[in-house]
């Protein structure tokens, strides 16, 4: 098992990962602390435990909205609004069919 070292609001941690995710993990946990830091500006020093819990929750919500309005999102509006095109052309076609008496 591999170890990536990390910092967070100042604390080293050495977080066990697969081998190859080290770089991986210390990027992200370079975001993690970026966004621990923009939360603590804004609510004030309440705490590690506390930031760490309203920065993952935040994330979470992040996550959430990210998923519902994500890729197949838009593939599936893409589809509704293509099945509503198909729908107004048809009814257009047979109001121009009830006009002409066909």
Avoid: F
């Avoid at 996550?63 to 999102?73: Q, S």
Wanted: charged content about 25%.
């Amino acid at each position: 098992m591999a170890k990536a070292d990390i910092k967070l609001r100042g604390r080293s941690y050495s977080i066990a990962c697969a081998p190859g995710q080290e770089v991986r993990i210390e990027a992200l946990s370079k975001q993690l602390d970026a966004r621990v830091k923009q939360i603590a500006s804004a609510v004030g020093d309440i705490g590690d435990e506390r930031l760490l819990l309203i920065t993952a929750l935040a994330l979470l919500d992040e996550l959430d909205v990210a998923k519902r309005t994500g890729p197949g999102t838009a593939h599936s509006e893409a589809r509704a609004a293509e099945a509503l095109v198909n729908a107004a052309t048809r009814i257009n076609e047979l109001a121009a069919r009830m006009e002409s008496g066909s």
